[in-house]
């Protein structure tokens, strides 16, 4: 059974249909880029299987967890999967260390002590070990991205979603946010990035899923996708890119 089972999912806003009908099985450890033009739907999808969004149609389950309307199925589905996106989010009158600790304290109701030991664990996961009682504004916007990054970790997901976690990045701190991601895919982490970083899809993802226009439109091995693009709108987004 795959970790992730999404299941003709259809997703509208208003009259707009911008997910209309995605299937997508994804194996647990499996690494996987979610590339695309703006606006083919990619974040909507990722927010959808995050329970960020409701689906209109289809169905969406986590290592067998359903997502379904209520609040209990819910809660239940955001434990088991973490989101990282663009934007840091980290809390600037909080130390980085309590950063990382006050999700695992507040939401699952972990001992101090406890929140604390997972916070040395996963900072030093992500190379931050000794930033733990700095403040976020004192750390280069690379350095907030893994803090964010440690803190998605302290509640233990079984998935990671990732969504153009180095778009706001100087281009000089992409590669280190990258590495992070890098070493937690080689340590078996689930992975659905979406990304317009195609070296490192070429690189590291498993899969790669190509998004037209709300839909999945090629689906492959990175290097199948990139040098043997079937559809032209494939090949068109591949031309742009490079
Ligand atoms: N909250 C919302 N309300 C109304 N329309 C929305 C909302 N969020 C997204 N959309 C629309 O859904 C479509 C898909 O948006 P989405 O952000 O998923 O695309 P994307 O592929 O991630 O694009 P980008 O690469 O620009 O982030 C767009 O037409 C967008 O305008």
Known sequence: MPLIAIEDVKKRYGDNEVLKGIRLSVEAGEVIAIIGKSGSGKSTLLRCINGLETIDEGSISVAGAYLGQSELELKTLRLKVGMIFQQ???FPHLSVGRNVMISPMIV???????ARELAKKNLERVGLGMKFDAFPEQLSGGQQQRVAIARALSMQPQALLC??????LDPELVNEVLAVVRSLADDGMTLLMVTHEMRFAREVCDRVVFMHQGKVHEIGPPEELFTNPKTPELQQFIGMTH
């Open 88 to 90: 840091f989010n980290l």
């Open 108 to 114: 699952k109701g972990m001992p101090e002590a406890e």
């Open 163 to 168: 969504d153009e976690i180095t778009s706001a």
